[in-house]
């Protein structure tokens, strides 16, 4: 079920890997929304948060947040960590034990809250960096994620284009098609 805004109230934000709240208050602003709660780790960085917004709670952990107990919204908003990703970072890629693959923590509150609208801030580096395929039938983990283990993939292993969702089992998936196909 969507959650549709009532006509009489501004657009519910929930904002995960919030920071200091930049992206917020870009989606504030666009929206005409208010930000009504928010996840955010880092404990200083979530003072200015809350500073800023001191009505909205911080939720903490986003890999122990029960969603059925979060309030309803009806734009989510996040940076999911691009170290893994980026092309001057680590070069792990989009996979279960990085810090990008927190991107996977996100996807289940997208399927849960079901929002009208979510935007995601990320890097460049989505476009050519690895990701792991999601579980699929019987395919094995191999199956799903051809070269998955090495380090980097050059860009003609990748699949051919930037926005594919994964549909070629044979070649590395981009992460990029991995956050779009999800949800």
Known sequence: MHNIPDAERPPRIGSLFSGYGGLDLAVEHVT?????WFS??????ARIFAHHWP?????????TIDWAGV?????LCGGFPCQDVSTVGKGAGLMPGTRS????YMATAIEALRPRLVVIENVRGLLSARATRQE?????HDDRNPAATEARATLRELEPDPWSLGDESARPLRALGAVMRSG
Not at 71 to 75: A, K, M, R, S
Request: hydrophobic share 30%; charged share 20%; glycine share 14%.
């Open 32 to 36: 005409g929304g208010q930000t009504i």
């Open 71 to 75: 309030p309803p919204i009806d734009v």
């Open 55 to 63: 009505d909205a709670p911080n939720l903490g952990d986003i890999t």
């Open 136 to 140: 699929r039938g019987d395919a094995t």
């Open 40 to 45: 955010e780790l880092n404990e200083p960085v």
């Open 101 to 104: 693959g927190l991107w996977s």
